[in-house]
């Protein structure tokens, strides 16, 4: 059996989307899979997606099963019962440990810089010649995770093939021209009514990235900007309680911007060595939308500083 799965911490739309999508091209191809996954779901995954005729395989691995990992390439973040030595493939676009896999499986680790994991699912079903043959609710998954990932098409690591692989899948799966932005309201509504419930759901540790605050948390909203005016004080506080070097990643979507409320002059001036911030205090409000994944780019191509280095951020 193929299971094919992703992540430990949490599973995010893009994670979601590219097991469930995966093990049904698999399947047709006549290697029995299954999408499999004990991790919780974060607030990407809606309640109208949830809605949707797709779900995760009720199914346990046992001994023998070989594994394909989703959206996910970092050996200490995968699924806890993956069996490293039985890991077939990984499509990732995640950036630090193509040379690790590429020394493992060869051809068979696809982690590329993209917008979405999604997309490269989407390329295999392409390449396969399968695209008829999609079920609606894993083209709308496909799709929908493209839409996240690429921040509504304004993130950086857009690139014209995600752009040109939603576009098919929507048609594919029918969806509105109004669905972008009733998503991201949804999922700012469920962020909402539950801030510490979606702050634990999509918050991993960077301890193995020393150039990073060691915890970072992300969500993305439609309104950013009013969700932090809200509840700064219940976001400061709850993060706080985890350790004083953090930082939360707020992506507004209506603004293309994102809002970083950061822990410490410590958080502050790791953050500071990597892009060109102003900081008010403990918020920051960047020009355009970054995410995690571009900001731990940029951590691994900058060198090391010294831990004892002087705290230039306290003056920020």
């Known amino acids: 059996m193929r299971v094919v799965t992703s992540g430990s911490a949490y599973l ?7 097991c469930i999508a995966y093990a049904e091209l698999l399947n047709q191809q006549g290697i029995a899979a299954r999408a499999v996954s004990s991790a919780p779901l974060n607030t990407s995954i809606s309640n109208s997606v949830l809605g949707w005729d797709a779900r995760l395989d009720d199914y346990r691995p046992v001994a023998g099963d070989e594994y394909v990992l989703m959206d996910v390439s970092d050996p200490d973040h995968f699924d806890p019962f993956v069996q490293l030595a039985n890991v077939r493939e990984v499509i990732d676009h995640h950036p630090g440990f193509e040379h690790y896999w590429a020394q493992r499986l060869g051809t068979a680790a696809d982690i590329q810089p993209i917008g979405a994991a999604a997309t490269l699912v989407f390329l295999r079903w392409e390449a396969a010649e399968a695209l008829t043959h999609i079920s609606p609710h894993s083209a709308a998954l496909l799709a929908t995770a493209i839409l996240d990932n690429t921040l509504n098409f304004t993130g950086q690591m857009t690139t014209p093939q995600d752009t040109r692989a939603y576009d098919v899948l929507a048609r594919r799966a029918n969806l509105s021209a109004e669905w972008p932005q009733c998503y991201f309201g949804e999922c700012q509504a ?20 020393p150039n990073l605050p060691q915890r970072i948390a992300q969500m993305t909203v439609w309104d950013a900007g009013e969700l932090i005016h809200q509840h700064h004080a219940a976001i400061d506080q709850w993060l706080a309680a985890q350790g004083e070097d953090w930082l939360l990643n707020a992506i507004s979507l209506r603004e293309c911007k994102s809002y970083w409320l950061a822990g410490s002059s410590l958080s502050r001036h790791k953050l500071s060595r990597l892009v060109d911030v102003e900081w008010q205090g403990s918020l920051a409000v960047l020009p355009h939308g970054m995410q995690r994944k571009e900001l731990l780019k940029l951590a691994l191509a900058a060198p090391v500083e010294p831990v004892n280095a002087p705290d230039k951020a306290a003056c920020c």
């Not at 995010?12 to 590219?18: N, Q």
């Not at 469920?190 to 990235?209: H, V």
């Open 190 to 209: 469920a962020i909402e009514a539950d801030l510490t419930g979606a702050l634990s759901a999509d918050m991993k540790r960077m301890t193995a990235t």
């Open 12 to 18: 995010d739309i893009d994670a979601y989307a590219c």
